[in-house]
């Protein structure tokens, strides 16, 4: 059967709520006239059965954030035409390019990247690499070595960061960036977990840090790990994960997700060489992109302009 999407619009997003992910539920509902967020949606015997949903950023790249069909209505070219509607109106609406972010790993990961190399996308790229960790890493830790630091070296509770220690990093990555700019720490303050979120200090001054997030009673995530750049040979960062994973332990919380970003590759590669296989899982995000040409009219017009 030939598949029409239909636009949601605020009214009727309610009856679609059940078709897209908890956390991106408040976007959907909040749809808004020419607003940055965007969905379609397709019905049988008017029922709900497929959802597509995305969002508009500066204005020029159209992110599908979900895609979502009933089982007993999948290869039957639904997705397709979701995806299909949602690519024009990024187009209507001026965006030359649309993203889409996926993880490897789930029951929906080859359907997925069969749509898309079947839509024209380009090849997707590995984004973050996630490793969840059980209590065999304890193990692995109790036979590092104990004396990885000197007495320039001491650890404290990032709870108790100072606000002087904080002027000092702004200030400081403000007058000559040392931090990448996803590794700032104070981005992921809210809700860090006061267990094992740490800081090291150099010679006084705050040089690296640990940040973690309890994601239910089992696993803690640990989201943000840096050590300044003169001081990462010999793996002084270590002692961070040492006593934050030691402290972990000690309260009996099994497991562990580390999430580790592509473009910091020397991590990557750590990760897989020490963790991955021994005592633990991994998979990736990855991102797949697709330009965007003009509408025709659009296009036709700026030749005709081009022309005189």
């Known amino acids: 059967m030939p598949w029409e999407p239909l636009p949601v619009g605020a009214a009727d997003a309610p009856r679609f709520a059940d078709l897209i992910f908890a956390g991106m539920r408040a976007g959907l509902l909040d749809l808004r006239e020419q607003g940055p967020r965007i969905a379609f949606a397709l019905e049988a015997d008017a029922n709900p059965i497929g959802l597509i949903y995305g969002e508009i950023e500066d204005s020029r790249t159209g992110h599908v954030r979900s895609i979502f069909v009933k089982p007993e209505h999948r290869r039957r070219g639904?997705?397709?035409?979701?995806?299909?509607?949602?690519?024009?109106?990024?187009?209507?609406?001026?965006?030359?390019?649309?993203?889409?972010?996926?993880?490897?790993?789930?029951?929906s990961t080859e359907a997925v990247e069969k749509?898309?190399?079947?839509?024209?996308?380009?090849?997707p790229q590995p984004d973050t690499l996630f490793c969840r960790v059980d209590e065999r890493m304890a193990n692995w830790w109790a036979y590092r070595k104990q004396n990885w630091l000197t007495e320039d070296f001491t650890l404290f509770d990032w709870t108790d960061l100072t606000a002087a220690d904080r002027e000092h990093i702004l200030r400081t990555q403000a007058e000559s960036p040392w931090i990448p700019e996803d590794l700032v720490p104070f981005q992921y303050e809210q809700n860090l977990e006061p267990l094992n979120?740490?800081?090291?200090?150099?010679?006084?001054?705050?040089?690296?840090?640990?940040?973690?997030?309890?994601?239910?009673?089992?696993?803690?995530?640990?989201?943000?790990?840096?050590?300044?750049?003169?001081?990462?040979?010999?793996?002084?960062?270590?002692?961070?994960?040492?006593?934050?994973?030691?402290?972990?332990?000690?309260?009996?919380?099994?497991?562990?997700?580390?999430?580790?970003?592509?473009?910091?590759?020397?991590?990557?590669?750590?990760?897989?060489?020490?963790w991955v296989g021994k005592f633990a899982t991994a998979y990736e995000s990855r991102t797949c992109s697709r330009p965007l040409a003009a509408p025709l009219a659009e296009a036709v017009l700026k030749v005709q302009t081009h022309a005189i």
């Open 78 to 107: 639904a997705a397709g035409a979701l995806l299909r509607a949602i690519e024009n109106e990024f187009r209507i609406r001026g965006c030359s390019e649309m993203r889409i972010a996926y993880v490897t790993g789930k029951p």
């Open 115 to 123: 749509l898309l190399r079947a839509a024209g996308w380009n090849d």
């Open 197 to 274: 979120s740490f800081g090291l200090r150099f010679k006084g001054e705050v040089a690296g840090w640990m940040i973690t997030h309890r994601l239910d009673r089992d696993t803690i995530r640990y989201t943000c790990s840096f050590m300044r750049g003169d001081l990462q040979k010999r793996f002084r960062i270590a002692p961070i994960y040492q006593e934050a994973y030691r402290r972990q332990s000690e309260a009996g919380i099994p497991y562990a997700l580390f999430m580790v970003p592509y473009r910091h590759p020397a991590m990557v590669n750590f990760t897989k060489r020490h």
